[in-house]
């Protein structure tokens, strides 16, 4: 895990909760961390680490996170015991 994937871990524990991380960012942490992504229908995403999954909704027209959307990310790192 270089700089750049260390800062997005930080950014998606700060509290209160960020409203500016970067979707590329987090997909890109999750490809580090060995997880596997899947598109699916629409904008959903399907992120998966050891049999465990996380469907969420990938951010547009920007690629900025939304709040409920971090906190998701947060809780699915947490379960799979990845922190800053």
Known sequence: MNKKHRKTLTDIYEKPTRADVSWKDVASLFRVIGSDIFE?????????????????????????????????????LNIIEVKP
């Not at 951010?59 to 906190?71: C, D, F, I, L, R």
Request: charged content about 30%; cysteine-free; glycine content about 8%.
């Open 40 to 76: 699916g229908e629409g904008s959903r995403i399907s992120v998966v680490f050891n049999k465990r999954v996380l469907n969420i909704h990938k951010p547009h027209p920007s690629g900025e996170m939304k709040k409920y959307a971090v906190e998701k990310v947060r809780d699915f």
